[in-house]
């Protein structure tokens, strides 16, 4: 019960189908089961209803929201809803990630750019922006980003990449303008991972086989030759959000089996 009596925001409750679990189910899961009561923000309610089920059977307590973290509006009104279900934010973890149609410098289209910043980027900051106030008035809170092994190492996609970068710039922006009012921020930058997102999805645009993407994807792992899974970030988030990390703010911690630790 590491969150007993806390309620948190899971942006990205839902997932994309897949063989795997995603993050952000794992991580509203696992926060369910460690005493948090949540709102499970997503695009696609029907997903979040789906881990909302799941919550539910386990004996936690969530209820669920539909959101487009690009619509400011959405934002305010998400923020609006856990105050009036639950009467605070504790936590706000905000999962939300996109990649699709990413590519180099020179083919990447101005359009895919747009999508992906608004989404990866513009998305976290305004679901902080709008938790912010009544955690300010609370004088505690916690705000954990997950960004990505990308914004520090070398790939090939453009948008994915700068957007992730931004990301881990927002959280220090977050932590250092919000630690006199008692709130933390931090990000977890997860390497290659199993989720559905990463692997099926993957799969499907190339058509290839889901056992030759994830075998393609361990072999590049430092750390056993084998891809971490969403249960890996989901608990590098548990730990964050819990009164353990109360001295921790400001931190990009990798979660990654040993990615970050190449460069260099």
Same mark, same amino acid.
């Given at each position: 019960?590491?969150? *007993?009596g806390?309620?948190a925001?899971?942006?990205?409750?839902?997932?994309?189908?897949?063989?795997?679990?995603?993050n952000?189910?794992?991580?509203a899961?696992?926060?369910?089961?460690?005493?948090?009561?949540?709102?499970?923000?997503?695009?696609?309610?029907? #997903?979040?209803?789906?881990?909302? @089920?799941?919550i539910?059977?386990?004996?936690g307590e969530?209820? $669920?929201f539909?959101?487009?973290v690009? #619509?400011?509006?959405d $934002?305010r009104?998400?923020?609006? $809803?856990?105050?009036?279900?639950?009467? @605070?934010?504790?936590?706000l973890?905000?999962?939300?990630?996109?990649?699709?149609?990413?590519?180099? &410098?020179?083919?990447?289209s101005?359009?895919v750019?747009? @999508?992906?910043?608004?989404?990866?980027l513009k998305g976290?900051?305004?679901?902080s922006?709008?938790?912010?106030p009544?955690?300010?008035?609370?004088?505690h809170? $916690?705000?954990?980003? &997950?960004?990505?092994a990308?914004?520090?190492?070398? &790939?090939g996609?453009t948008?994915?990449?700068?957007?992730?970068?931004?990301?881990?710039?927002?959280?220090?922006?977050?932590?250092?303008?919000?630690a006199?009012?008692?709130i933390?921020?931090?990000a977890?930058?997860?390497?290659?991972? *199993?989720?559905?997102?990463?692997? *099926?999805?993957?799969?499907a645009?190339l058509?290839l *086989?889901?056992?030759?993407?994830?075998?393609?994807?361990?072999?590049? &792992?430092?750390l056993?030759?084998?891809?971490?899974?969403?249960w890996?970030?989901?608990?590098?988030?548990l730990?964050?959000a819990?009164?353990?990390?109360g001295?921790?703010?400001g931190?990009?911690?990798?979660?990654?089996g040993?990615?970050?630790a190449?460069?260099?």
């Amino acid at each position: 019960m590491r969150l *007993d009596g806390k309620v948190a925001i899971v942006v990205g409750a839902g997932q994309t189908p897949g063989e795997t679990i995603g993050n952000g189910r794992a991580t509203a899961l696992l926060f369910a089961r460690e005493g948090a009561r949540l709102v499970l923000a997503d695009r696609d309610l029907e #997903s979040a209803r789906e881990t909302e @089920r799941m919550i539910r059977e386990q004996g936690g307590e969530a209820v $669920c929201f539909e959101a487009d973290v690009t #619509s400011e509006a959405d $934002c305010r009104d998400l923020a609006g $809803c856990c105050v009036d279900t639950y009467g @605070r934010i504790d936590v706000l973890h905000n999962n939300v990630g996109i990649g699709a149609g990413d590519t180099g &410098v020179t083919q990447l289209s101005e359009e895919v750019w747009d @999508r992906i910043l608004d989404v990866n980027l513009k998305g976290m900051w305004l679901t902080s922006k709008h938790v912010l106030p009544t955690m300010r008035q609370q004088r505690h809170g $916690c705000i954990t980003n &997950v960004s990505s092994a990308a914004a520090v190492a070398a &790939v090939g996609l453009t948008a994915y990449k700068v957007s992730k970068a931004g990301v881990n710039a927002l959280t220090h922006a977050l932590a250092t303008g919000n630690a006199e009012y008692g709130i933390r921020a931090n990000a977890i930058l997860p390497g290659l991972m *199993d989720t559905p997102m990463a692997v *099926d999805a993957l799969a499907a645009v190339l058509g290839l *086989d889901r056992s030759e993407v994830a075998a393609a994807r361990d072999s590049l &792992v430092p750390l056993g030759h084998k891809m971490g899974t969403a249960w890996d970030v989901a608990h590098a988030a548990l730990f964050l959000a819990s009164d353990e990390a109360g001295f921790i703010t400001g931190a990009l911690l990798p979660v990654d089996g040993g990615q970050c630790a190449k460069i260099g």
